[in-house]
């Protein structure tokens, strides 16, 4: 069965740092993968999403994920952290290859940016 | 406009009521699911609906029933509400391949006392 583990429930960053949001997942067939970020009392938006293809996946508000297939990894990055990108970031990891089109959550990483 | 719509966005109830949770897409999409979010738990499936008149269990089924009549309502009920129900339910759509992404609405934060 797919899973996804997000290390680091919390995150802070310096406004201009890097920002490395880390997802490890298990799946027994290819899988699909997908960052989404939830803004306070609002729903999850699509951050970027990985398929097929070109491994680093670039999704908005400048933040890019790269699928590491011998790692199992999906990590999101951005180079430099805005106040705007204090937000919950939740991996998560698409079942059975999408043929139910469900999908498996990480637990989520709350991203606090410092000015 | 176009999107994913839920109501109320805030309910407050008590133990042992009724209460029917509504999500309303424009897109015509085929997939809709329910999830309910709460602290260290991100979130976890409830139903899913693959088309109408096709509902399946998601993780977290128990004490609760939908239905899908129509392609774009999936409502949710809890037949007699608990304390444990209390979370932030949040509904979502996606098209039929497993590659696109799932649309969430903006959720309903539900409080039984």
């Known amino acids: 069965a797919q899973s996804v583990t997000q290390l680091g429930s919390h995150v802070s960053v310096s406004e201009g740092a890097l920002v490395l949001l880390r997802c490890n997942y298990s799946?027994?067939?290819?899988?699909?993968l997908f960052w989404y970020v939830q803004y306070p009392n609002q729903g999850l938006q699509l951050l970027l999403k990985y398929t097929t293809g070109a491994t680093l996946v670039k999704g908005i508000n400048g933040f890019e994920a790269e699928f590491k297939k011998s790692e199992t990894s999906f990590h999101l990055t951005k180079p430099s952290a805005h106040m705007s990108d204090a937000a919950e970031y939740f991996c998560a990891v698409s079942d059975t290859r999408g043929a139910t089109n469900k999908l498996i959550f990480g637990t989520g990483t709350l991203l606090a940016v410092q000015p | 406009d176009a999107g994913i719509t839920q109501s109320p966005r805030y309910k407050i109830t008590e133990t042992g009521r009724q209460v029917t949770l509504m999500c309303h897409q424009t897109w015509s999409h085929s997939y809709m699911f329910w999830y309910r979010q709460d602290l260290g738990h991100g979130l976890r499936l409830i139903y899913y609906?693959?088309?109408?008149?096709?509902?399946d269990k998601g993780e977290v089924p128990d004490g609760y029933v939908v239905s899908r009549s129509k392609t774009e309502n999936f409502p949710l009920t809890l037949e007699s509400a608990t304390r444990s129900q209390t979370s932030v339910y949040f509904c979502?759509?996606?098209?039929?391949?497993?590659?696109?992404?799932?649309?969430f609405g903006d959720g309903t934060r539900l409080s039984i006392l």
């Open positions: 799946s027994s067939v290819p899988p699909y």
């Open positions: 609906s693959a088309a109408a008149d096709i509902t």
């Open positions: 979502a759509s996606s098209e039929i391949a497993g590659s696109q992404p799932q649309h």
